[in-house]
């Protein structure tokens, strides 16, 4: 359940609204560690429609309570609440002033009085207007610590957080032009702040701030500096500073960049600070990234090389493919051909699934692709002649890459054998058709997908026999008539594929394979 769900009860908001509280929500750490104090996010539990409402706005109603959305605990200093407060209810006087707020549209602080159980704690209420109308209200719960002077850093950052505040306000803070970047190192608070004002002139910046900037190459004070300035002069990798950073080290868009040094990288976020429409200065995060890059470059490296590892023992496996076809044909025994023929199609699927890996290094794989591949070209190397369809129903989805090499040479032997056996010498279809059953847990508590997968041909059949197996007795030794690749798949259903299979005639003529294959579940999930 998204925690908006009582904001998208109410008809007089909308989903846009919805949507501002999520960037909220999801940018609002930064006002906790500025302001060092919780934030709340308060909805009251009544709304009376804004065509009964007094003031043509949606209003809570008199005496309803206020629910907690939302709670942000600042990391620059201690908690005012032990308890998180999601789903908790606001009342009494406290709710009352949460309901005056909302009302007035104002920014409002009280005391002890009305918040009795923060002891001498202060508490701001925030509403946030949007469109001309209030949508919830934010309560910053602060402690005042009059026993001492506080720093120039502290007033900084609480002058900082009160100009978000304000803006939240307004409506114009978060900024829905504001980009996502999926890059490791967003900037926090604690790992260094600028404060410039309108021209881009540094008028404030915390020491974790300045060493970011002395290690990318810079000396002396910032404070005074026009930072756009500063970076031109700074020994970047990439000669001069290009159109996305320089509104950022201007702090004129909420965008982020990334200064590259010869030395050290840093990642840097610009937050505009308004006064209504006129832009008044901006907040600058930065963080030192030199060596989440430096990781990021062998991560990189290294999936660059398994990638070139999976392409050359494909082209290993190809080559010896091509030794295996060759000697076949010179070859006068029809036993040994067929078996030098049979060894060569296993390679070709091992192959085969390399090729697919060199594409694409992660824990799980697309095996749809893979497998309608590999349909293919079983059904091609084992027809001797006549003209054999393939069909394939249904969809694996993405599993896990270690279990494709199994897969794919149980697929390749009973495809093979379909046509070889099922089809003998006449024309045909062979049709292979995935079917997702109930997902199991284990003991440990691990998922695992459960896969039935069934080959079917429409050959001569095997009347009403029905052979199933799995676990210790499928590691026989293989019966009269049965050949090595029957044994290679029974050994990879029952040791690889945790499950079982079952030989047994089909509906229409023909026989069906269907094998039950147990998949632990990828860390991502997808399928």
């Not at 949606?58 to 309803?64: A, F, K």
């Not at 120039?152 to 829905?176: C, H, I, K």
């Not at 702090?251 to 610009?270: D, I, Q, Y």
Request: charged share 25%; proline share 5%; glycine share 8%.
């Amino acid at each position: 359940m998204a925690f908006t769900d009582p904001l998208r009860c109410v008809a007089d908001f909308d989903a846009g609204d919805a949507e501002w509280l999520h960037l909220l929500v999801g940018d609002w750490q930064l006002v906790a560690d500025l302001g060092f104090g919780d934030l709340l996010l308060c909805f009251p539990q009544e709304v009376v429609a804004a065509a009964q409402s007094p003031t043509g706005q949606p209003i809570p109603r008199e005496g309803t309570d206020f629910l907690v959305l939302a709670h942000a605990r600042p990391t620059t200093g201690p908690t005012a609440y032990q308890k998180d407060l999601v789903g908790e209810l606001v009342n009494g006087p406290a709710a009352g002033t949460l309901r005056r707020a909302w009302i007035d549209r104002r920014i409002e602080r009280t005391g002890p009085s009305e918040w009795s159980n923060l002891a001498s704690r202060s508490v701001t209420l925030v509403p946030l207007v949007r469109n001309q109308r209030t949508i919830a209200v934010v309560s910053l719960t602060t402690d005042p610590q009059r026993e001492r002077l506080p720093s120039r850093m502290e007033l900084v950052y609480r002058e900082s957080a009160a100009d978000l505040l304000r803006m939240a306000n307004q409506g114009t803070w978060p900024d829905f032009a504001v980009r996502s970047d999926s890059r490791r190192g967003a900037p926090r608070v604690g790992d260094g702040m600028l404060r410039l004002n309108a021209s881009g002139v540094v008028e404030f910046c915390s020491p974790n701030g300045l060493s970011t900037f002395r290690r990318l190459g810079f000396r002396g004070d910032l404070t005074g500096q026009n930072l756009l300035r500063v970076a031109r002069q700074l020994p970047l990798t990439a000669p001069g500073v290009d159109e996305t950073l320089a509104p950022v080290l201007a702090g004129t868009m909420p965008w982020r960049a990334e200064l590259s040094g010869v030395k050290a990288s840093a990642t840097l976020r610009a937050i505009p600070l308004r006064q209504g429409s006129e832009r008044t200065g901006a907040l600058l995060l930065c963080r030192d990234v030199t060596e989440l890059r430096r990781r990021d470059l062998q991560l990189v490296s290294k999936d660059a090389t398994i990638r070139e590892i999976h392409h050359r023992v494909k082209n290993n496996l190809q080559t010896v493919s091509a030794l295996l076809r060759l000697q076949s044909r010179r070859m006068h025994s029809e036993e040994g051909r067929n078996g030098l023929q049979q060894a060569m199609r296993r390679v070709s699927s091992i192959a085969r699934v390399h090729e697919s890996l060199s594409h694409e290094i992660s824990e799980d794989v697309d095996f749809d692709e893979l497998m309608r591949h590999q349909v293919k070209l079983a059904v091609e190397t084992a027809s001797a002649g006549q003209r054999v369809r393939t069909e394939v129903h249904g969809s694996f989805g993405r599993l896990p890459s270690k279990s494709a090499t199994s897969v794919a040479l149980v697929v390749n032997e009973l495809v093979a054998n379909a046509v070889e056996h099922g089809l003998r010498d006449r024309d045909g279809t062979v049709a292979m058709s995935v079917r997702h059953l109930e997902d199991e847990t284990t003991e440990a508590g691990e998922t695992d997908r459960v896969l039935e997968i069934a080959i079917e041909d429409d050959g001569s059949g095997m009347g009403a026999t029905v052979i199933e197996e799995s676990g210790v007795s499928a590691y026989r030794p293989p019966a009269e008539g049965e050949g090595l690749g029957m044994q290679i798949v029974r050994t990879l259903v029952a040791s690889e594929l945790r499950g079982s299979i079952r030989w047994q005639s089909a509906e229409q003529g023909g026989t069906s394979v269907v094998i039950t294959a147990r998949f632990r579940q990828p860390a991502s999930g997808r399928r």
